[in-house]
């Protein structure tokens, strides 16, 4: 059953540049299918979740990461009688703004960038999908629905304070509202965001040898979650062990979820998709015991897991890659392909933003290759 302050396609604010519609699919499912096609979506297979790309096949990558929040958005969504293919849309399209070496990048463009705006993955995602994806030939970017778009934007809330500068520059001639939530459909995107790392960094944590299972016993959840497995099966095979013990808690997330956004939505009975934007606060959350026992969990993983001195022995050398590559073509734009390097006529403040979107479209193996071919004599450019 469709909930009454679901979005509808029907009346949806449509795409900045005006098409047909399509006479078999949704405006939605047009969004999704034009993210799942796009040359950001592809490279997302190949940069870091938390392991860098090289160090293992079987970490998650962003990719796969996207794939496991969007299956989590269509559940969600479902149960609540949202529209799935709108929060499968902004779930997939998420991360598209993430640059190589995952948060690190992030950090090290950040740092290079503040003089001329900064860089924020989300207002990154947002300028892949209106205008680095140039394949259509009447429009640059995707031309997806405004609500899509809104979710991209804003799926963690209201843009308050400073607005990062690519997104100020795109809402200037397209508002999407950035002083409002956005749709019930893109915050179960952001919570599925959540639910989905929460348990694969435990899981990808286990996978390295960061720590055990027994490490975990004396957390909040998932220390639940193992004693119940223990108890249903004792002397269970370690991987079969961890593996029960992990989808337990994954389906107490989602399960609290649920429950705490159906009591939101029952208390402040939002009559329409409108009335969520403005209510002033998401529906859409984990409760307040689970969210306080999730920063315990997340307290673990940061002094054990992204701390862990292999871990930081990698940002390093990341942080320095992506420092360099800058300072390089900020200095030198003739070092990048083509299509690039025209930047060298603009001045600083315009070069450096199609330096750092050049960066941030890197993949992680790219991005080495890239820094090993332009300081390595003995490796052919």
Request: charged letters at 25%; a negative charge.
């Amino acid at each position: 059953m469709t909930a009454a302050f679901a979005t509808s396609p029907a009346i949806s604010r449509g795409r900045l540049f005006a098409e047909e519609d399509s006479t078999h699919r949704s405006c939605y499912q047009r969004d999704r299918d034009r993210i799942i096609h796009s040359s950001a979506f592809r490279r997302l297979k190949h940069k870091t979740q938390v392991f860098v790309e090289h160090e293992g096949d079987y970490y998650r990558t962003r990719l796969t990461h996207s794939i496991e929040v969007a299956q989590v958005a269509r559940t969600i969504a479902r149960t609540l009688g949202l529209n799935e293919e709108l929060a499968e849309a902004v779930a997939l399209a998420h991360d598209l703004g993430h640059p190589p070496f995952g948060h690190t990048g992030e950090e090290a463009l950040q740092a290079v960038m503040e003089p001329w705006g900064g860089f924020d993955h989300n207002a990154q995602a947002l300028t892949i999908v209106t205008r680095l994806e140039a394949h259509y030939a009447e429009f640059d970017g995707l031309n997806l629905t405004w609500e899509t778009l809104e979710g991209i934007a804003k799926h963690n809330g209201p843009v308050t304070g400073e607005v990062p500068a690519a997104l100020a520059d795109y809402t200037a001639r397209h508002d999407l509202e950035l002083d409002s939530h956005a749709s019930a459909e893109a915050q179960v995107a952001a919570i599925s965001d959540d639910i989905a790392y929460n348990n694969h960094d435990l899981a990808d944590g286990l996978r390295a040898g960061l720590f055990s299972l027994e490490d975990l016993r004396a957390l909040p959840l998932i220390g639940r979650c193992i004693a119940e497995v223990d108890a249903r099966w004792p002397g269970l095979a370690p991987a079969r062990r961890e593996h029960e013990a992990l989808r337990r808690f994954f389906g107490l997330l989602v399960e609290d979820v649920l429950a705490t956004s159906r009591a939101r939505i029952a208390e402040h009975d939002p009559k329409d998709a409108a009335a969520i934007r403005h209510l002033g606060v998401p529906v859409v959350r984990f409760s307040e015991a689970s969210f306080a026992e999730l920063k315990v969990i997340r307290e673990f993983l940061y002094h054990r897991m992204y701390r862990h001195w292999t871990v930081q022995r990698m940002r390093r050398k990341a942080r320095a890659v992506v420092r360099e590559l800058f300072e390089m073509f900020l200095g030198a734009p003739e070092l990048m392909p083509p299509e690039w390097n025209a930047c060298a006529r603009l001045e600083t403040g315009a070069r450096a933003r199609v330096v750092s979107d050049y960066i941030a479209g890197m993949t992680d193996r790219f991005a080495l290759q890239e820094h090993r071919k332009l300081t390595d004599p003995d490796v052919r450019a």
